[in-house]
């Protein structure tokens, strides 16, 4: 079962708009990272946040950690049409569940020019 | 340049046939491992490596298997092909899980089963 799971599913907006998406997970985790994927292409790394941190910038790109509610989001702000992909969210655990990551289905982001 | 390489990009194969995909990777990654993401789907962990000698199973191992004689490769063999196993299939690596500083993907490999 997937211990990450994305909201929404989908997202459209216009371009220099800021975008929102949400990640929840179930167990424990070491940290959470967020991924993105362009239609057919692999996944790539854009942040990770460990447990023991709340919040972490990287240029466009704002990511919050909840553990109380095991949520995070990753807000993209002043969107580009280049920011059109599927975007994931991956956990690490702890211990025995240390190296298995797992992914949530996604959130696939369309700006409109 | 350095990464993760898989290959074939491509493969088409009949059921029963049993193949082996490649990954490759030169970053002196202690971690990998190989997902599938089926479409519309997130990707699913079917086995892993925390280092040379050593895998361990993931979400969907079943009809797979893996090796690890190296730190750079990390071959998957499909047994005996399912169409189930239609997918694309992607390789990952990273230095130590829980120290690690986010994954890096190979670029995949798209196999379908006839």
């Known amino acids: 079962s997937q211990q990450g799971e994305e909201d929404p599913q989908a997202l459209s907006i216009q371009e220099g708009e800021n975008a929102t998406m949400n990640c929840s997970y179930k167990t424990s985790i070491n940290n959470l990272q967020w991924y993105r994927q362009n239609s057919g292409r692999g996944l790539v790394h854009l942040i990770l946040i460990r447990s023991n941190e709340r919040e972490k910038h990287s240029g466009r790109l704002r990511v919050t950690l909840d553990t109380s509610k095991k949520s995070s989001s990753l807000l993209i702000t002043a969107s580009r049409a280049a920011d059109t992909a599927s975007y994931f969210c991956?956990?690490?655990?702890?211990?025995?569940?240390?190296?298995?990551?797992?992914f949530g289905d996604g959130t696939t982001l369309t700006v409109k020019p | 340049n350095a990464g993760v390489t898989q290959t074939p990009k491509f493969q088409v194969l009949k059921t029963g046939q049993s193949m082996t995909l490649q990954c490759a990777q030169d970053m002196n990654h202690e971690y990998m491992s190989w997902y599938r993401q089926d479409p519309g789907m997130g990707l699913r962990l079917i086995h892993y490596s925390v280092g040379a000698g050593i895998t361990d199973q993931g979400e969907v191992p079943n009809g797979y298997n893996v090796s690890r004689s190296t730190t750079e490769d990390f071959p998957l063999r499909l047994l005996s092909a399912a169409p189930s196993q239609t997918s694309v299939y992607f390789c990952a690596s990273s230095y130590t899980p829980g120290q690690h500083y986010g994954y890096t993907f190979g670029s995949g490999t798209r196999l379908t089963v006839v």
């Open positions: 991956a956990t690490d655990g702890w211990g025995t569940n240390a190296g298995k990551s797992t």
